[in-house]
């Protein structure tokens, strides 16, 4: 099963650009078929035009997506790298609380 080529196909409003633009520009003496080619060669123009334009807009986006998926990992490994051990932390209070009862306990026993 053969694809339709697109490649050839131009669309309707960039032929009728090209053909107002020659038609713009036509001098004098100029012949019909004079004016079809200089109008063929301005579709052409467009058309690559806009083709180098959607490659370098693609081309941007994937620099941005590049990027942004560098900026994501970077955020994230430094997420994980400041946050602070939470069991260290959860253990202190109640290692102080049973040093005070052993403190508080030790001075009664002591104090009589």
Request: hydrophobic share 35%; charged share 30%; no cysteine.
């Amino acid at each position: 099963m053969a694809k339709h080529s697109t490649k050839n196909k131009a669309s309707k409003q960039i032929k009728e650009d090209a053909t107002k633009i020659a038609l713009g520009i036509q001098k004098p003496g100029q012949t019909k078929q004079q004016t079809k080619l200089i109008a063929q060669g301005i579709q052409k123009g467009i058309e690559l035009y806009k083709k180098k334009h959607s490659e370098k807009a693609r081309e941007l986006d994937k620099k941005l997506k590049k990027v942004s998926t560098r900026q994501s990992l970077t955020e994230s490994s430094m997420n994980n790298t400041v946050k602070p051990s939470t069991d260290k932390y959860n253990k202190l209070p109640w290692i102080l609380l049973a040093l005070s009862w052993i403190g508080f306990i030790a001075y009664i026993v002591i104090g009589r």
